[in-house]
């Protein structure tokens, strides 16, 4: 949310979650952007086809 209107890779979003957890799956994005995509509704992250994921402002 704080990035919100900024594509972020993702690698960027794993080296943000690989602080949190050092065992972190290669589909650990995946699973997460599932879920808030359920929380929220479905629209508000979007994927940008081979750059990575963009919220919307």
Known sequence: ???AGRVMSKDQLQQALHGMDE???PNAIEVHIHNLRKKTGGTLIQNIR???YIIEK
């Open 1 to 3: 949310m704080a990035h």
């Open 23 to 25: 065992g972190i799956s």
């Open 50 to 52: 081979g750059v990575g």
